[in-house]
């Protein structure tokens, strides 16, 4: 996933925008006036939702995100255009239509239980000349675009003669669309790239009642051909997600922990498109997207993910090279200021760990004990030869950097090459500083940027040095 770093796909998300809003309070007495609780408000949020949950994924991801929509001409359509802006999400491209409620929908939680939800929203299908709009404003900025979400809610925006000539435009100009569907006629998005039903919708819209390989076949199969797609695709939950092109295959869900499934299929489109559009193959795609739902679903209520939390989590199901651990200056100060944004503590500490012995082990050990991460600051050769000497160091700095980065103690390791690493503590800006025991009443470097400073006792007798003179020890006594 190293290779997605950086990259900035051009997508365009047309569907139903909306907002969901939330008033969070507790409740401790029942109505006079009704048997109804009555709930004590405390707080109240708003996100996007619908389409905008797709926006707000690849947003996460680093996409350059626009989009294509109709809204009212109404305070919730100014609220939502704000909450977009917000996220950097060109807006030029919404069309206002008079007399339409721009959907949105609010959510009383008491102690954390939902108790009601009312919505204002408007869910006819758009006017023809709203259609028309949309359409010319589409050929007008096509050739921009990178790849083409549609995300329908059911709320009017895409309707079957719309979606049709979008989709011829978006193929004519060799740009794929991926759909996430509703309802049960699924020809409106007949030439699509790809549509992703969950298996749910995939029964109700194929008629095909998927209980085995056999039946999953023909439901996917039967999909694909009716709707003229690309790519077969059906997502089977904790089974991972189904795809066919020239013969079946399914790709494993890997979620460790599934608190809330809430906008999963949001990411997986979001993913899927973010990957596609940066060249993976629908496989790499498929398994990119895995990783992403794998993120979402350990998290409460619609969440997304981020290039550096999906490594993070790859990493942590063993499906990441050590390399992956080894960052820039630059990465990792990005890096540790989204660590602390998600409530990490993280801990410095920096050496030169020329040849790793169980000393070096212990103390990496005892310094992750003190937070969440481990980040650690690495001298580069030419920085260990103006510590130590023309004769060290004995390993490079890369093969230093890759055995660091493989400890399970180490979750990020950075070469740094002055003679001190206190420009990356800066670019950190770590909870915790850790360094030897030998420190004790010295002034550390970076300890002015750090909120704590922990000094570890090395283990008696283990030293890069100490092993060196026993080698050298050895080789004299062999030689003689």
């Known amino acids: 996933m190293i290779e997605l770093k950086n ?9 139903d925008l909306m907002i969901d809003h939330y008033l969070w309070g507790k409740c401790e007495r029942i109505s006079p006036e009704a048997p109804v609780q009555v709930v004590a408000i405390e707080k109240e949020t708003s996100v996007l939702g619908g389409a905008g949950n797709v926006i707000n ?34 807006i030029e491209n919404l069309v206002v239509e008079e007399g339409r409620d721009t ?16 919505d204002k929203e408007s869910t006819d299908d758009i006017s023809n000349s709203s259609q028309l709009e949309i359409i010319k404003k589409f050929i007008d900025n096509i050739a921009s675009y990178d790849i083409v979400i549609f995300s329908d809610y059911g709320k009017g925006v895409l309707t079957t003669k719309l979606t049709q000539e979008l989709i011829e435009i978006a193929n004519a ?14 020809r409106k998005y007949s030439g699509a790239y790809l549509l992703t039903p969950n298996k749910k919708e995939a029964i109700e819209a194929s008629k095909v009642n998927i209980q085995d390989e056999a039946t999953l076949l023909e439901a996917i199969t039967k999909l694909k051909s009716d709707c003229s797609l690309e790519i077969g695709l059906i997502t089977l939950s904790e089974d991972g997600i189904a795809i066919y092109d020239n013969g079946l295959r399914t790709h494993p869900t890997v979620a460790r922990e599934v608190y809330d499934v809430t906008g999963a299929g949001d990411t997986v489109i979001a993913s899927l498109a973010f990957a596609i559009a940066c060249g993976y193959d629908i496989d790499k795609a498929v398994k990119f997207s895995n990783l992403s739902a794998g993120v979402v679903v350990g998290k409460i209520g619609s969440a997304t993910a981020t290039l550096n939390e999906i490594i993070e989590y790859e990493s942590s199901l ?32 920096n050496g030169c760990f020329d040849i790793l012995h169980v000393g070096h082990v212990k103390y990496l050990e005892e310094a992750k004990s003190y937070g969440d991460v481990l980040i650690l600051g690495l001298n580069s050769d030419e920085s260990v030869r103006r510590l130590k000497g023309s004769t060290r160091p004995v390993n490079t700095e890369d093969d230093r950097a890759y055995i660091l980065a493989s400890l399970e103690a180490v979750d990020y390791v950075v070469k740094f090459y002055e003679d001190t690493p206190y420009e990356l503590i800066k670019a950190v800006k770590p909870h915790i500083l850790v360094k030897g025991g030998d420190y004790e009443g ?39």
């Open 173 to 186: 100009n060799n740009k794929k669309v991926l759909v996430d569907p509703k309802g049960e006629d699924y």
């Open 103 to 118: 959907s949105k929908k609010s959510r009383i939680i008491a102690s954390q239980q939902q108790v009601v939800r009312y």
């Open 442 to 480: 010295k002034e550390v470097v970076g300890q002015d940027i750090a909120d704590k400073l922990r000094l570890v006792n090395f283990i008696e007798g283990k030293s890069t040095t100490k092993t060196i003179e026993k080698i050298k020890e050895s080789h004299e006594n062999n030689y003689c």
């Open 7 to 15: 990259k900035h796909p051009k997508v365009l998300v047309i569907g």
């Open 318 to 349: 063993n499906k990441s090279t050590s390399d992956s651990h080894i960052k820039s200056l630059q990465e990792i100060a990005l890096l540790s200021e989204e660590l602390k944004k998600r409530g990490k503590k993280v801990v410095f500490t």
């Open 57 to 90: 994924n690849l947003y996460a991801l680093g996409a350059n995100v626009s989009v294509l929509s109709v809204i009212g001409h109404d305070s919730n359509a100014e609220e939502l255009k704000e909450m977009l802006e917000n996220i950097d999400v060109e």
